[in-house]
């Protein structure tokens, strides 16, 4: 009936809803993720991104130092010259903050007049020089007529026991500090001693523990690991995990090669292509990473995630054949994003590949290796975060 030129125009119709569909989505994650006004992270993604550091410093003993920085006056410049001017300076600030800083330092807009800001690697005392030169920016920084009032800043650095929730509220209580003694400068907490330690469980201290282990025996594996768990948790959070749930899911992304440290050295390290019953050893890992992690009380749901996340939705996968729903949500979502790190990372035997080359093979995949649905939530995120990337937060 329809000529093959108006076949196609039928696909393109079908097509395009589909398209802007996505492109909303895309739009809706980065919404989420910055706000709107400075571009920089929002309140909510900027809490996500300060747990997930302060995890990665203490699993690797790594320094990391949080300030908050408030501008002086703010209601009053508001009052004086009106909400869009203001709005206008706020981008400002945002902008120098942003350009004084270094390239892997977070910075979120936490409040309306207040930034955070997470400097890796760095410990409080360290932090001090750079942070004094920025509040020195800050009080030139202008829009138009009118001229920001200077800032404040509370900073603290993590130390031992320290939770993301320990962190900020030390970080508030030392801006408390610069702002009680007149504003204009930057203040180090004391340290945390005085305030409430959120007790590490025992699973907690274990799965660190293994962490390490791994990291150890294969450095590749355990930085590997490091990548998938926050897209895992990403992923997990877009198709509306529950905390607990995200939760599971990022210990089980931690984990799911913990089953590698059993391999021998010569396969696991080998530089070319296994010979079959190599390939039969290496596919034991996800069994004996199970096996490892159900000696642990409170780790079975993960323990289960980890059997299974070389399952594929079309039954294809190891060590079950499991399909669909039958595989564990977690380890349908790791195995994608396990995919995604491994294209795009270098390896002995070949060079790391872009990251749209990662993103059609997840697409060609989704259905036969992978869980569509879950495709879609990591893709989703993945765009976000390169997004995120592009604006330097
Ligand atoms: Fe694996
Ligand atoms: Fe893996």
Redesign the pocket.
């Known amino acids: 009936m329809f000529g093959r030129g108006s076949q196609d125009g039928l696909l393109e119709e079908v097509a395009r809803p589909r398209q802007r569909v996505a492109e909303l989505e895309t739009e809706r994650a980065r919404d989420l993720r910055l706000d709107s006004l400075t571009g920089l992270l929002s309140p909510r993604a900027f809490r996500g991104r300060l747990s997930e550091e302060v995890e990665r410093a203490r699993r690797y003993r790594r320094a990391l130092s949080m300030a908050i920085i408030a501008l002086a006056d703010f209601a009053a410049l508001e009052l004086r010259h009106g909400f869009r001017a203001v709005d206008e300076l706020l981008g400002a600030v945002a902008r120098r903050i942003a350009g004084t800083t270094r390239a892997h330092d977070l910075i979120g807009r936490i409040g309306h007049a207040e930034f955070g800001l997470l400097l890796p690697d760095t410990a409080g005392q360290a932090a001090l020089p750079a942070l004094e030169r920025l509040l020195v920016e800050l009080e030139v920084v202008g829009e138009g007529a009118i001229r920001a009032a200077g800032a404040s800043m509370g900073v603290a650095a993590l130390s031992r026991g320290m939770g993301p929730e320990t962190l900020l509220a030390s970080a508030r209580l030392a801006l408390a500090r610069a702002q009680g003694v007149g504003g204009g400068r930057a203040v180090l907490a004391a340290g945390a001693e005085h305030l409430a330690e959120p007790a590490a469980t025992p699973q907690h201290d274990a799965i660190e523990a293994l962490a390490v282990a791994l990291l150890e025996r294969d450095r590749y594996t355990g930085e590997h690991s490091e990548a998938v768990i926050e897209m895992s948790g990403a992923a997990a959070r877009n198709l509306g995990c529950s905390g607990a749930e995200v939760d599971r899911v990022r210990s089980a992304a931690l984990l799911?090669?913990i089953g590698?440290v059993a391999i021998p050295d010569d396969i696991l390290h080998k530089p070319g292509p296994l010979t079959d019953s190599e390939w039969r050893l290496m596919k034991e890992?996800?069994v004996i990473g199970e096996r490892i992690l159900r000696v642990l009380p409170g780790l079975g749901t993960v323990a289960r995630i980890v059997r299974h996340?070389?399952e594929h939705w079309d039954g294809g996968g190891y060590p079950d054949g499991l399909a669909g729903e039958a595989i564990p949500l977690g380890s349908r979502i790791i195995i994608a994003a396990?995919t995604y790190h491994a294209i795009t990372s270098d390896r002995p035997y070949r060079a790391a590949k872009p990251h749209d080359v990662a993103v059609e093979e997840l697409t060609r995949c989704a259905g036969s290796q992978f869980d569509p649905k879950v495709t879609a939530a990591l893709i989703g995120h993945l765009y976000g975060r390169r997004q995120m990337g592009a604006l330097r937060v």
């Open positions: 799911h090669d590698k890992h996800p996340e070389h396990d």
